[in-house]
Structures are given as structure tokens and as C-alpha cells.
């Protein structure tokens, strides 16, 4: 962990672009691994930080009584091949086949041109890998490179655990690759420094190797609070938009006075049902087929329980087809909030089976939207106003994962405790974390 204090917001001078660190680095020799980094400044100060994120799948290890270990030597090396810092660590683990190992750590860098070498050794056999990653260091101004992630769950208090950003632990996707169907969210990691107090717009995206957008979360709009000197933002991305197997790019767009910062990582995406049509831009319609598991929220009473009777999808999809009949526009526009709540999907649950998700394909886009981000005694909420009916609802995320759960609404029959205000408070390990 790096010795910083940040803030976490869960969703989660500029200039005008910045390119990430680039796919992974494979090693070469024996052993095969995989080494991805990103840059982060430590909050309050002008010192970089190097994280280095390390995969490696076990299976290829030599196994004692179903254990394995290896060491792994990092070392970073200046333009003119002087060494800079060295880590070393030894890893032991159980022998899963098919399962990788995924390490971190850090190491102070300075701006510049520089080379991280790093060894993995077998410790039963002595068989060997290498790798070495070119990096052209810049200081962050006012956003950090991104991490981009797999998984990310919360942290266990007083953890010490190297993967930690603030209450949560986030494995990095060291090896660059999404497997689909089973890998299809992703989940992007960067730090903002010197913005308290700012309003920030962001919107995360999904691009093919051209640049063509196959997916974009709406534009969030949030506060920094005032004072901090770093704040984490972490967003998740659907990637079911990538019909094709092959370089994508997930983008990050910030906006704050009027000035904008584009941040960029390439990775692989493998589409195990992939098809050579090329991509599909999240523009057009689906079939029926599709959206069958989002309609109920739409249904009556009586009209769900004969919706629910229908026992195979053929006979769905023809109910599908008569119900929008007569409102061919409002079919469209409930589709298109349908592929929208994909935006609330988090490591549990699709985007329409999340509360926000519910609502806003039940009620459509909020007219307002206010973010609280987490502090100290509060969780991350949001209220959310449609002016039509006066309707609002407050979602909070109780647990810090990204799950906001529905506590109010002004809606009868909506979900709505008389206690809700005492529910703001968080559970847990709190609102930030020693980084």
C-alpha cells in the first residue's frame, strides 16, 4: 500500500489527453507471466509511484504436497542502465490448475525514460522467466494513469493487503485480458490530485482498435470534497458490447472548469461467441429476445402473472411483440434505458437487477441527480428527482462495493424506510484507508 491518505468515490490545470501504460508485457524463458503498471503521485507531494501488477498462472509451477512457491525479482533500471530501487518477494500458494496468482507492488520513479526488469524463478526447480517493460514516466497534473481491474471486493479492516485502494481490495487484470462471456465487466481505477472542492464530470467508455465506440456509461457529475489532496474514482464498464475478439480500449473522460483529460488503456478482449460482422455500436435497437427479463418492470399485476405463465422464451417474445404494438416509441426509448442500466451493473448483479437499475428503466432518466461521495460517518448516496410527479428516490451504498440500495421514494409502493437517514451511515471499515 502506498503511504498516502485518499478518498474513495464509488460510482467512482488538465491537459488534453494522456495516454495510458500500454498491454501487458509477456514474459519470455521457462516460466510465462505477465506484468501491466500505471503511475500514481503520492497525495500532497510531487513523488511518483510505480505500482507493478503481476499474474502468473499457477498450473505451470512445479507442485510439493499441492503447494507452490516462486520469487520474483523487480528491478528498476534508469535510460543509461543504473539500477533504481529493487523489490523481491516470495510467493507460496495452493496448486489450482487453471488458477494465476495475481502480486503488486510499488516502487518511487522519477520522470523519464526507464526500464523495470523483472525475474520469476520456480523455487522447486529453478526454472526461470523474464520480462523487461519500457516506460516513459510522466508526473501526473491532475489525473493518474489508470488501473483497470477484474474483480474488487471489500477490504477487511485493519487489511494490509498490497491490492488495497482505500475500503476496497481491486485485483488488477495484470495479463491485459477479458475472457466473454464470464469476464464481461471491467472496472477502472485512477486518482484525481489537488481538486478539492471542484465539481467533475466523467464518462467511461468502450472503443474498438479504430477508435469506433462500442459502449459509454452516462456522464456522471459528482463533487470532490473540499480539501482532500487525492481522490480514488472507480467506475465499472460493461464489455459485452465487443462482438469481436481482439484490441479494445477502455477511455476515461474527465471534465473541471471547463477543461478536459482523456486518459486511455488498451486490452484484449477474447469473445468466445464472437463474430466476424465487425463491432456494434450501443445505438440501435435488440430483438426481443433480448430485453424479455426486463419487461415485468413495466407490467401490471394481472399482465405479469400471465407474462410469468409462459413457459418457453418463443411465447415471450411474441407477448414482447403485441405489448409494444400500439407504442412502437416507447419501445425504442425503454430499450435504449435497458442497454442504459447497464451502467449500474456491479461483480453481483446485472444493471437491471440493481436498484438503480430498476428505477431507471421503470421511470427513465432522473431530471437531477446528486452524488454525496463517501466521508468520514457517511456512505456514498445519490437522490435522484424526476420533476415529473415529484418523484425521488435515494439509493446508498451501504457496503462500499457499488451496490446502492433503494432506502427512499415519495413513490407509494416504492421501497421507502422511515429510518432511512440513519442508513447513510456506513458499514464497515469506513470511509477511507492508508494507502
Known sequence: MRGC????????????????????????????????????????????????????????????????????DAVLLSASGDTLAVRQWISETEWIEGRSVVNSTVMVVEPGEQTLSVTVTDLSNGRRGASARNLAVEAPSAMSEMEVANIVMPAVEDSHNPLRKGNLVIFPAADSRFDLPGESMAYIYSEV???????????SRLTDASGGLLFARPWDVFDIPEGAEAVGLLDSLSLAGARVSGLHYLEVALVASGDTLLERKPIMIMNEAGSSAGPVVQAGGGGAADYLDELPLLLTPSEKSIYDGLSDTAAREAFYGRYWESRPEARADFEARCREAGSFSTVFREGWQTDRGRVYIKFGRPDDVERMPLQVGTAPFETWSYEQGGRTFVFVDTDGTGNYVQVYSTVPGEVSYSNWERMLSPIGVGSSGDM
Open 193 to 203: 490530485y489537488g481538486m478539492g472542492g471542484e465539481s467533475l464530470r466523467r464518462q
Open 5 to 72: 491518505r485518499i478518498f474513495l468515490l464509488l460510482t467512482l490545470a488538465m491537459g488534453s489527453s494522456m495516454a495510458g501504460s500500454g498491454l501487458a508485457t509477456v514474459s519470455s524463458g521457462d516460466l510465462s507471466f505477465f506484468i501491466d503498471t500505471a503511475v500514481f503521485r503520492l497525495a500532497g507531494t510531487d513523488t511518483l509511484a510505480l505500482e507493478v501488477y503481476e499474474s502468473i498462472p499457477v498450473g505451470q509451477l512445479a507442485q510439493d504436497g499441492g503447494l507452490v512457491s516462486f520469487q520474483t
